[in-house]
């Protein structure tokens, strides 16, 4: 991002950061609570801290979730072209890659993503909204077409959601759908790409298999 974080901002952080360092002879929280919750806070929609996961960005984030729920024998499917470290962590944990043309204008559709969900059964499916490198937004109606059309784990990549005033997060389509996850980062809208943090919203027990 070519614009720093606000001055009063970085402040506050050495601050926050100076007074840290006088308790590092002790293990710190394990569950790193507090950021969860703060996480939860800002995502909103009643979501608590152990429907969030963090991790080293959200590449880590993405990767923990193909060990968990794909790897040798599973397959990731995504639709292309869209952002290009998909086929990169489902090589690095042994996952067949399944890419899945985008129409001519890159806007995904209900029925256009069914129809492949239904033909391939993925293990996990990644939606990019919005999506990398395209811009192109995505709406609500084919992240819900997307969940009923198979039985693996769905994930909608916000990472740069922060950008789309016009359509509410995935967070919002969370109680009821367990294999639902909405994956963000702290990198693009907020400047903060150096903190490496990446963070996912999820139903408890799949958090739980994240840990």
Known sequence: N???IPEHVAIDIVQSLARAVTGVNRYPDREFTELRSSLAGYLGH???VEQLWAANGSNEV???VLQAFAGPGRSLLSFTPTYSMYPLLASGTDTEWIAVERPADYALTPEGVAEALREHQPDVAILCGPNNPTGTSLDREVIL????AFDGMLVVDEAYHEFDTERESAVSLLPGRHRLLVS???SKAFAFAGVRLGYLAADAAVVDALR
């Open 2 to 4: 070519t614009h720093p």
């Open 46 to 48: 009643g979501l608590s």
């Open 62 to 64: 993405l990767q923990q």
């Open 145 to 148: 077409a997307a969940y009923d």
């Open 184 to 186: 963000r980062t702290m």
